[in-house]
């Protein structure tokens, strides 16, 4: 939606008009009656008037544009917030721990030792990136990167969580290659390695793609910068790419509405971005930080200078004034309200003292990087905006950035909810015979959720900057954060709407409780959680009763944990007409390592190493690929969690990372323990023997997906020692099988049942997105 979008009644200004007659606040106060669009700007009519109420008069244009994508569901979670709450109540010590800055800055802020702190975040650009791929996706990574450089970091990594329709469809043909090409070329133009994320494919999805980024800056304690105006009499600069019509109304406005099944019509909404633009501007910030020239700093992402001067303010201790006729465009016919709405990409917003500014924009010439001084702090406590010498804005700051409406939707249970939760697929045939199985796991390892991914991840540089200890395929993507000592970070996201559909609380859980294992089979000890909670209409008490249980049960789950959620991201109407998404609450988990030397690889590497299983394989089908990729079913309940079961193991993963006990480790989630020893095998083309638990069915033990467990490659000489931990701590551990065979000869020897040359798996692993997509 445009931000002045024509309709019989109110048809659309030219901008000769509306550059000329200018609606300041003399002539809102003198004409309470005027017609304005509120309705064409997403606002409804309660809110129209808690506007006038504030204001005690009608609103500006331009204050009106502020109002409406300030108050946007995206960017004001006005349907979300009273559940969020949850996340920062109840924390305990373990979870204050690690954290230095939490929810409602820019981005979480932890501590990982040595003196050196971590900021992550994870957020989601899933409209543009449907109606515009490539640039939807691209300027989404773009805004993560600013949102951690805005915290005093610098990016150092990328993750890029992504779900489509049907691989078969003819619109993930059409929005697919471009959102990849998208993430990889603007990550890429900028040096930072993309280390990991997903891709998932889903008939919910259609029409809807999930594009999620995630970024990882690293800063000394020192370092760390907020989002504040401060001080009376500093001055507030502008700098970064000049203000275009791109973007007008386009995330904040794209993200609070559903798309009917038309499809994209809103193409000039979405953002245009310039990777190379944002690299200087990334170079430009980090030497001004170093020469301390910033008092308080805010990127320009979702409703553009509507957002950076009302926070900035309402975050400071005064108030402040800008000259929005001071501010860069390339398009000079923008009127003022369009220039407060634009998400033009690749901009900044800092507060410097006086005596600053001039090496301040010296710093930014040495960049080829523009900056201009277009307002100051003032003590009014209001915000002020002036344009041609009228005032266009005069608002309470708070009102606009923080103080927006807050609604309690209702939610219920949804009527389907039992009988979706009684259609367990008792009845659904399971594979009985050696032969049965086979067919089964070549059927489910060359599935689009389960096949080879590297179509997607071989277009992003995943080794740029040399600090990349493990990226995809791995479990999880880790950093080095310090050359000398080998300090690191591990990063994984993940989400199952599959299981979130047929139990909302337990399927945040399974999700945090995967990251977390994922997190820990690389070596490193769990720290913190961002999460991006994509759902459907708000409007709709079923969405709504899914998005308040997810929210609740990752509370929970957090908490259980020892884990702070440090920020993140609501992403609500992701539907299509009346049909929503699977419910996809995306955790992303954040551990530390000691040393990026003695992380665990997810792939066997040699021969003659004992593979061990560990947790507890139990029954749990429903909700699986297997029910999924072999019957279309989707009903019953997703399997247990057991998040003190989850920890332990976690534990044990880490210690025996780090005294060497183990070679490789892989955690069990989808497709189970057949998914698990392929992607192991196939990763170094080793092969294995394996002999299944007597006490369970074989299809049960290969395709289970039960939480809490992990297939590990012990040594044999640290075989006795291995155990002697597991056991010490009662922990579920039995030996399945050995390492055997190396090269294109290897072979998955599944004993008593069947074997599978590994070249016959890579072939209908690998061969699934290149098929379907060229």
Same mark, same amino acid.
């Given at each position: 939606?445009t931000?002045?979008?024509?309709?019989?009644d109110?048809?659309?200004?030219?901008s000769?008009h509306?550059?000329n007659?200018?609606?300041s606040?003399?002539?809102?106060?003198?004409?309470?009656?005027?017609?304005?669009?509120?309705?064409?700007?997403?606002?409804?009519?309660?809110?129209y008037?808690q506007i006038?109420?504030?204001?005690g008069?009608?609103p500006?244009s331009?204050?009106?544009?502020?109002y409406?994508?300030?108050w946007?569901?995206?960017?004001?979670?006005?349907?979300?917030?009273?559940?969020l709450r949850q996340?920062s109540?109840?924390?305990?010590?373990?979870?204050r721990?690690?954290l230095? !800055?939490?929810?409602?800055e820019?981005?979480? !802020?932890?501590?990982?030792?040595n003196g050196?702190?971590?900021?992550?975040?994870?957020?989601s650009?899933n409209?543009?990136?449907?109606?515009?791929p490539?640039q939807?996706?691209?300027?989404?990574?773009?805004?993560?990167?600013?949102?951690?450089?805005?915290?005093g970091?610098?990016p150092?990594?990328?993750?890029?969580?992504?779900r =489509?329709?049907?691989?078969?469809?003819p619109?993930?043909?059409?929005?697919?290659p471009?959102i990849?090409a998208?993430?990889g070329g603007?990550?890429?133009?900028?040096?930072?390695?993309?280390?990991?994320g997903e891709?998932?494919?889903h008939?919910?999805?259609?029409g809807?793609?999930?594009?999620n980024?995630l970024?990882?800056?690293?800063m000394r304690?020192?370092?760390?910068h907020l989002?504040k105006a401060?001080?009376?009499?500093?001055l507030v600069?502008?700098?970064g790419?000049?203000?275009g019509?791109?973007?007008i109304?386009?995330v *904040?406005?794209l993200a609070?509405?559903?798309?009917?099944?038309?499809?994209p019509a809103?193409?000039? *909404?979405v953002?245009?971005?310039d990777p =190379?633009?944002e690299?200087?501007?990334?170079?430009?910030?980090?030497e001004?930080?170093?020469?301390?020239?910033?008092v308080?700093?805010q990127?320009?992402g979702?409703?553009?200078?509507s957002?950076a001067?009302?926070?900035?303010?309402?975050?400071?201790d005064?108030g402040?004034h800008?000259?929005?006729?001071r %501010?860069?465009l390339?398009d000079s016919s923008?009127a003022?309200?369009?220039?407060?709405m634009?998400?033009?990409?690749?901009?900044?917003?800092?507060v410097?003292?006086?005596g600053?500014?001039?090496?301040f924009?010296?710093?930014?010439?040495?960049?080829? %990087?523009?900056?201009?001084?277009?307002?100051?702090?003032?003590? *009014?406590?209001?915000?002020?905006i002036?344009?041609?010498?009228?005032t266009? %804005?005069d !608002?309470p700051?708070?009102?606009?950035?923080?103080?927006?409406?807050?609604?309690?939707r209702?939610?219920a249970?949804?009527?389907?909810q039992d009988?979706l939760q009684?259609?367990?697929?008792?009845?659904?045939v399971?594979?009985?015979?050696g032969e049965?199985?086979?067919?089964?796991?070549v059927t489910l390892?060359?599935?689009?959720?389960l096949?080879?991914?590297?179509?997607? &991840?071989?277009? /992003?540089?995943?080794y740029?900057?040399?600090n990349?200890?493990?990226a995809?395929?791995?479990?999880?993507?880790?950093?080095?954060?310090?050359?000398?000592?080998?300090?690191?970070?591990?990063?994984? &996201?993940?989400?199952n709407g599959?299981?979130t559909l047929?139990d909302?609380y337990?399927g945040?859980?399974?999700?945090l409780?995967? *990251?977390?294992?994922?997190v820990?089979?690389?070596g490193?000890r769990?720290?913190?959680v961002?999460?991006?909670?994509?759902?459907g209409?708000p409007?709709?008490p079923?969405v709504?009763?899914?998005?308040?249980e997810?929210t609740?049960?990752?509370?929970?789950?957090?908490r259980?944990?020892?884990?702070?959620?440090?920020g993140?991201?609501?992403?609500? /109407?992701?539907?299509?007409?009346a049909?929503?998404i699977?419910?996809?609450?995306?955790?992303?988990?954040l551990?530390?390592?000691?040393?990026?030397?003695?992380?665990?690889?997810?792939g066997?590497?040699?021969?003659?190493?004992?593979?061990y299983?560990?947790?507890?394989?139990?029954?749990?089908l429903?909700g699986?690929e297997?029910a999924?990729?072999?019957?279309?079913?989707?009903?019953?309940r997703?399997?247990?969690?057991?998040?003190?079961?989850?920890?332990?193991?976690?534990?044990?993963?880490v210690?025996?990372?780090?005294?060497?006990?183990?070679?490789?480790?892989h955690d069990?989630?989808?497709g189970g323990l057949?998914?698990a020893l392929v992607?192991?095998c196939?990763r170094?083309?080793?092969?294995?023997?394996v002999?299944?638990?007597?006490?369970l069915?074989p299809?049960?033990?290969? =395709?289970?997906?039960?939480?809490?467990?992990?297939?590990v490659?012990v040594p044999?000489?640290?075989?006795v020692r291995?155990?002697?931990?597991?056991?010490?701590?009662?922990f579920?551990h039995?030996?399945?099988?050995?390492t055997?065979?190396?090269?294109q000869?290897?072979?998955?020897?599944v004993?008593?049942?069947?074997?599978?040359?590994?070249?016959?798996?890579?072939?209908?692993?690998?061969g699934t997105?290149?098929?379907a997509?060229?």
């Open positions: 939606m931000a002045w979008s024509a309709s019989p109110h048809p659309l200004p030219s000769e509306r550059l007659h200018v609606d606040v003399e002539a809102a106060g003198t004409s309470p009656g005027r017609q304005q669009p509120w309705s064409e700007l997403g606002l409804k009519a309660d809110e008037t006038r109420e504030i204001l008069r009608r500006t331009a204050e009106l544009a502020m409406s994508v300030m946007s569901e995206h960017c004001s979670y006005k349907s979300s917030k009273v559940h996340f109540e109840n924390v305990t010590d373990e979870m721990a690690h230095m !800055v939490g929810i409602g820019n981005a979480g !802020v932890v501590d990982i030792g050196y702190a971590v900021t992550f975040k994870i957020e650009h409209h543009p990136s449907y109606v515009e490539y939807g996706a691209a300027t989404g990574v773009g805004g993560i990167v600013r949102d951690i450089l805005a915290m970091a610098r150092v990594a990328v993750m890029d969580p992504l =489509f329709g049907p691989l078969d469809a619109d993930t043909h059409r929005v697919l471009g990849v998208g993430v603007y990550g890429n133009c900028l040096g930072l390695p993309n280390i990991g891709t998932v494919f008939p919910s999805y259609a809807n793609p999930l594009v980024a970024c990882i800056g690293v304690h020192e370092q760390i989002a401060s001080g009376t009499g500093n600069v502008l700098y790419a000049r203000t019509g791109d973007g109304g386009g *904040s406005v609070s509405e559903t798309f009917d099944s038309g499809g809103k193409r000039p *909404s953002q245009v971005g =190379f633009q690299k200087l501007l990334i170079e430009s910030t980090l001004l930080f170093a020469e301390e020239l910033v308080g700093i990127d320009l979702g409703a553009g200078l957002c001067t009302s926070e900035l303010a309402s975050a400071g005064g402040m800008v000259w929005l006729d %501010v860069p390339r923008l003022p309200e369009e220039i407060l634009s998400e033009s990409q690749e901009r900044m917003m800092a410097v003292e006086p600053d500014v001039k090496r924009l010296e710093i930014c010439e040495k960049w080829e %990087v523009e900056a201009t001084v277009i307002g100051a702090v003032d003590d *009014s406590g209001r915000l002020t002036e344009w041609r010498g009228e266009v %804005v !608002v700051p708070r009102s606009v950035a923080h103080d927006g409406p807050t609604y309690r209702p939610f249970r949804p009527d389907w009988a009684a259609d367990t697929g008792a009845a659904l399971r594979p009985a015979t049965e199985l086979r067919e089964t796991l390892v060359s599935s689009p959720g096949c080879d991914k590297s179509w997607v &991840t071989d277009q /992003y540089d995943r740029v900057q040399g990349t200890a493990l995809q395929p791995e479990d999880a993507g880790m950093v080095r954060v310090d050359a000398e000592s080998g300090l690191g970070v591990a990063v994984s &996201t993940d989400a599959r299981f047929l909302p337990l945040a859980q399974l999700a409780a995967e *990251s977390y294992r994922n820990a089979t690389s490193a769990p720290l913190a961002s999460d991006c909670l994509n759902f209409s409007e709709d079923a709504m009763w899914q998005f308040a997810a609740r049960g990752l509370a929970d789950g957090c259980a944990l020892g884990v702070p959620v440090t993140g991201n609501v992403s609500l /109407y992701n539907q299509t007409g049909t929503a699977l419910p996809t609450p995306v955790v992303a988990v551990g530390v390592i000691d040393d990026v030397a003695r992380r665990t690889p997810s066997f590497a040699s021969e003659g190493q004992q593979i299983l560990l947790g507890t394989t139990r029954d749990e429903c699986s297997w999924q990729v072999v019957h279309g079913h989707l009903g019953g997703p399997p247990v969690v057991d998040l003190a079961a989850e920890k332990e193991l976690a534990d044990i993963l210690n025996a990372s780090r005294d060497g006990l183990i070679d490789a480790a069990l989630s989808e057949a998914q992607e192991s196939l170094h083309w080793v092969g294995a023997r002999w299944l638990p007597e006490h069915d299809f049960v033990a290969l =395709f289970s997906e039960s939480s809490a467990r992990a297939v490659a044999r000489s640290e075989e291995f155990t002697d931990m597991c056991g010490a701590r009662g579920p039995l030996r399945v099988g050995v055997d065979g190396v090269g000869d290897a072979v998955l020897d004993q008593g049942r069947f074997t599978v040359p590994l070249v016959d798996l890579h072939a209908a692993w690998s997105l290149p098929a997509l060229g």
